[in-house]
């Protein structure tokens, strides 16, 4: 599903943020990301989705090697990986089911289409009662779940989310993990960047640690070592 | 879904005007303001032109004949002249007629009437008033009528008016460059005061920009609504110069009329008779400015 081959990324001559970093992920498969702050993780995650350019190895996502990707194709590799992250990035004057419409609507899907897959998701997601409150009138952790149905109206094959619990308390937290186990379930891989010790333990999934732009450790069954 | 996503471009288009609605007002008042010095411009360089081939159109040679020339002298050097090359045509304006339009010129000045009346005899001379083929044989006709010997000739008047018409093109020249300049400098503040509104624009849609990439939305949507803008703005701003400056060209055509007493100027039957062109090219030029700097700002501001 995700293959890094070598993949080097420089922000400036001196700034090294991955470093030789080799990477399988197969489908399906819940793949914790972690390590201490600065060491590129969240890179990782702007380079899978051509956010950020790589200047050495390469990078296929589904077969699909993207790492000369065109401008005009990022879009489509967009629509194929969800990604979230830990300020929700909600439009606050739109409502919660807006919010899921409107990255339909940008996508040119149709009214009916809209129509189907928001409610759709909002539901996969237990707000199918909140639609029309606001970003402001619900708790970090329905907005990380909005955030979530959003990442999904394009049934995407892999989901990233770069901590997603950052800001929100254990209960929160724990509920959006057990959400994205929900979806992994269903068949999506799942990307996990997360700082959190007792999530990465209890989650007993792939655990690949990070330091410095290189991988230290992956382990099939892990545990967070830091 | 290519139909619906250009209405949702409209749409944002139209919604974000309204939402920063003295953003826009500013950029299609300074869109005004350029149109406006650039209308300006064009008008003083038609008036100019207009000047110009007016008094080309005027320009005449004269001969001043001797008091006792008999009628039959002067029309038999009239056809003589009429044969040369170069000549248009020969007017003939005798004593009597010469007489008869200096005292209508001359009529509310009693002094002159009076010394006219004095004299008791025409004191004008008849006249032979020879207009060329065209403005560039003024030269050779003028040498050719100084070359011309006749005993009937008294006096001739050669007015410089190669060197006239110079000065008169070499002002509107200077004018239009004056303007040139000006435009420019309009065009100039134009282009800044445009592109840092688009930057501000976009950075306030920099989340809902951010959004819109990351879900999947193609460059051309995103950019697609800032065009649509663009072309608002310039047709915003071309309705309001329209009616501004047709308000101005009719205040100013008496003014002008009063000024070029006996030329035929009127800008307000040129503007309407190139209406089309006038202003499709300002149309044009405005929201070209408008959608280059807004997708030059997105570029720099958005990295799309
Ligand atoms: N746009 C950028 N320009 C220059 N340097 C950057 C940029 N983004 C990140 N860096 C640097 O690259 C390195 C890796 O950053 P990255 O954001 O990937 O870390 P991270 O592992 O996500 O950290 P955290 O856990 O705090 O989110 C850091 O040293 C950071 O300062
Ligand atoms: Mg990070």
Not at chain 1, 128 to 157: C, M, N, T, W
């Amino acid at each position: 599903m995700i293959r890094f081959v070598n993949v080097k990324k420089l922000y400036s001559h001196d700034v090294v943020a991955l470093n030789n970093v080799n990477l399988h992920i197969k489908p399906g498969e819940f793949v914790s990301i972690v390590g201490q702050s600065g060491t590129g993780k969240t890179t990782l995650v702007k380079t899978l989705i051509s956010e950020e350019k790589i200047d050495g190895g390469r990078i296929v996502v589904g077969g699909w090697d993207i790492t000369r990707i065109k401008r005009s194709e990022v879009p489509v590799l967009r629509r194929q990986i969800g990604v979230i992250f830990q300020d929700f990035k909600l439009l606050p004057k739109k409502t919660l089911l807006e919010n899921v419409a409107f990255a339909l609507q940008v996508c040119g899907s149709g009214r009916k289409k809209i129509n189907t897959i928001a409610p759709h998701v909002m539901r996969i997601v237990n707000l199918e009662d909140k639609l029309a409150r606001y970003p402001f009138e619900v708790s970090g952790g329905e907005q990380q779940r909005v955030a979530i149905a959003r990442a999904l109206v394009h049934r995407p094959k892999i989901l990233l989310a770069d901590e997603p619990t950052g800001n929100l308390d254990s209960i929160n937290a724990n509920e959006i993990i057990d959400l994205l186990l929900r979806i992994n379930k269903f068949g999506t891989t799942v990307i996990l960047v997360t700082h959190n010790r007792e999530i990465v333990n209890r989650l007993r999934r792939r655990v690949i640690t990070i330091e410095n732009g290189q991988i230290v450790s992956d382990q099939a069954v892990g545990k967070y070592l830091l | 879904m290519l139909f619906i996503s250009l209405l949702r471009a409209v749409k944002f288009s139209l919604q974000d005007i309204i939402r920063n609605i003295w953003l826009s007002l500013v950029i299609i008042i300074i869109l005004i303001l350029a149109l406006f010095s650039i209308n300006l411009l064009y008008t003083v360089k038609v008036i100019g032109q207009a000047t110009v081939s007016a008094v080309k159109e005027k320009i005449d040679v004269s001969l001043f004949l001797k008091n006792d020339a008999t009628e039959e002298e002067i029309l038999a050097l009239s056809q003589r002249l009429k044969s040369l090359p170069d000549v248009k045509n020969v007017d003939y304006i005798s004593k009597d007629k010469a007489l008869a339009a200096f005292t209508d010129k001359h009529q509310d000045n009693q002094e002159i009437i009076d010394a006219l009346k004095q004299l008791k005899r025409n004191p004008l001379s008849p006249t032979l008033i020879i207009k060329p083929n065209s403005f560039e044989s003024i030269d050779d006709l003028s040498k050719r009528l100084d070359a011309l010997d006749s005993p009937l000739i008294e006096s001739r008047n050669f007015a410089n008016y190669k060197l006239m018409l110079q000065k008169i093109d070499s002002i509107t020249a200077k004018v239009a460059e004056a303007g040139l300049l000006i435009s420019l400098i309009f065009a100039v503040i134009t282009i800044l005061v445009v592109y840092n509104s688009v930057r501000v624009a976009t950075y306030t849609h920099r989340r809902e920009i951010a959004i819109m990439r990351l879900v999947g939305a193609s460059n051309w949507f995103i950019k697609l609504p800032f065009v649509f803008s663009g072309l608002i703005y310039a047709l915003v701003s071309l309705g309001a110069i329209v009616a501004v400056y047709f308000l101005f060209l009719t205040v100013l055509q008496p003014y002008l009329e009063a000024f070029f007493v006996g030329y035929n100027i009127n800008l307000l039957e040129h503007y309407r008779e190139n209406f089309f062109t006038i202003f499709a090219t300002q149309f044009v030029a405005a929201a070209l400015v408008n959608i280059i700097a807004s997708l030059s700002a997105l570029r720099v501001y958005s990295k799309i």
